[in-house]
């Protein structure tokens, strides 16, 4: 798995994750300084990144086609634990389109996309799931 850090990701966290071997890149490097999170958004999808953010800006882009967006909970004092059992969860399964909300280190909200009988999208189908510890 590979992840792209939004810019209100902490550089420790980053550091976390490609310590556990994950692929990291940061949002706040210079090659993506003042792009709009459209263009950081395009970029993920085009070099096949799950999005790790804190903000709901990319909570809008979840209707068109990504490879994941795990959006963090912001008041989550310690959010590598939750973020690890999250991605333990999804290590196996395709991230495709599906955007998970992490509330707590017990609790995630995973909305993946429904579609109609002629292939086009109609809904979101929430749902909740409780994290067992996998560190």
């Not at 980053?14 to 709009?36: A, D, M, R, T, V």
């Not at 634990?81 to 609790?107: G, R, T």
Request: hydrophobic share 35%; with cysteine.
């Amino acid at each position: 798995m590979k992840f792209l850090l939004d810019e209100n990701i902490p550089k420790e966290l980053g550091n976390f994750l490609k310590n556990k071997g994950f692929k990291i890149e940061l949002i706040n490097s210079n090659k993506h300084k003042g792009k709009s999170d459209k263009e950081v958004f395009e970029y993920a999808v085009k070099n096949g990144y799950t999005i790790i953010t804190f903000d709901a800006d990319f909570c809008s882009f979840k209707k068109l086609c990504h490879c994941g967006i795990i959006k963090l909970n912001g008041k989550l004092n310690n959010p590598e634990e939750p973020l690890m059992k999250a991605i333990n969860y999804y290590k196996d399964k395709d991230m495709k389109d599906l955007f998970i909300q992490v509330d707590s280190s017990s609790k995630m909200v995973e909305e993946s996309k429904k579609y109609s009988k002629k292939n086009v999208f109609k809904q979101f189908r929430k749902m909740p799931i409780k994290l067992k510890i996998f560190i």
